[in-house]
């Protein structure tokens, strides 16, 4: 997006914070931390979401294509019918997660640790040799 203004709210402290439908396209939140946040429907297209904490958020039908998970925690928290399209993701906790219904094709879940995962279509999966990663 040509003339797009690009925005960093990283370390910032969104605790329970209500972002439904927000458009926060391109917007680096490195380390913030959005635990038990609501970002029901927002457009985090191409967002920066290295070292998030995001524990128990509710992130469905959240549009994260083209986004950088990295060592993030997404620990118990609710991406159903989210669109993870090409997404970078690795080392990010996918414990109890639900991904039911996600759009996921380019974006390899299998970087991150999952734990009683619900995956897109339904399954729920432990990884075999289970180590935890992301922020515990």
């Known amino acids: 997006m040509q003339g797009c203004v690009r925005f960093r709210l990283a370390f ?13 396209f391109g917007v680096n939140l490195g380390d913030c931390n959005l635990e038990n946040a ?8 191409q967002a920066n979401l290295r070292g998030v904490n995001l524990k128990r958020a509710n ?15 997404l620990q118990q928290a609710i ?3 989210a669109d993870l399209r090409d997404t970078v993701m690795y080392e990010t906790s996918l414990d109890e ?3 039911r219904g996600a759009l ?3 974006c390899d879940l299998n970087y991150g640790s999952k734990r009683n995962t ?3 279509d339904g399954q729920i999966v432990s990884d075999k040799d289970y180590k935890p990663c992301g922020n515990e």
């Open 38 to 45: 609501s970002l029901e429907g927002a457009n985090l297209r």
């Open 12 to 24: 910032v402290d969104l605790t329970n914070a209500i972002l439904e439908e927000a458009n926060l």
């Open 79 to 81: 991406l159903k019918k």
């Open 118 to 120: 619900i995956m897109p």
């Open 104 to 106: 996921v094709e380019g």
């Open 59 to 73: 992130l469905r039908n959240v549009n994260l294509r083209d986004a950088v998970i990295v060592e993030v925690s």
């Open 97 to 99: 997660v639900n991904l």
